[in-house]
Structure formats: structure tokens, C-alpha cells
């Protein structure tokens, strides 16, 4: 699995496949999070021009989200979840 953000789809190079499991469905459900996660860090009003998102598929198929955010937006996302807003206590 490389964390380089530089790429945009799916490297089906990237790794080993294994006959049978669904790495394309992992690799959707992990673009889909990713872009459900940034939304929502914008409606929380965390500057998000500085994200980075990287979908990927582990070796089981599931789905991996790679961020890579500007330290402001570090604080900016721990600040939010200090907040304790009843929507992050349900994810728990």
C-alpha cells in the first residue's frame, strides 16, 4: 500500500492480488468515505483547501482512507471533536 497522494484511482500495480476478493468495491467505499469525511469537516467549518485524500483497498479488500491535512487543519478537526458534538459520540 503506498501512501503517495500523487496518485488519483485505483493502482491495481500496487500490490499482490487475490483471486476472489473485491479490492474495486473496498476502493469505492473508501473514495466515498473520503469525500463524506472532507464534507463533513467543511460543514464543521475546517478549512479543507489543504486535504489530501488517497482511496485504497487493504489485502482483505476492505476499503483505506489516507489523509494528509496541514497541521492547522489537525487542530482545527481535535478542536471539533473536543466539542463533543452528539453526532462524533455516536460514531464511538
Known amino acids: 500500500m503506498d501512501p503517495d497522494f500523487s496518485g488519483e484511482g485505483l493502482d ?3 500490490w ?5 476478493v473485491d479490492y474495486v468495491a473496498g476502493w469505492r467505499s473508501a ?7 472532507i ?3 467543511a ?6 483547501s489543504g486535504f489530501e485524500s488517497r482511496a485504497d483497498a487493504a489485502p482483505d479488500g476492505s476499503g483505506i482512507v489516507r489523509l494528509a491535512i496541514p497541521v492547522e487543519a ?4 481535535a478542536a471539533v471533536a473536543r466539542r463533543g ?3 462524533w459520540r ?3
Open 90 to 92: 455516536q460514531t464511538g
Open 31 to 37: 473514495t466515498d468515505a473520503a469525500a463524506e469525511l
Open 43 to 48: 460543514e464543521a467549518g475546517v478549512d479543507t
Open 74 to 77: 489537525a487542530r482545527a478537526i
Open 16 to 20: 499482490v492480488w487475490v483471486r476472489s
Open 12 to 14: 491495481p500495480d500496487g
Open 39 to 41: 464534507a463533513a469537516m
Open 85 to 87: 458534538t452528539p453526532s
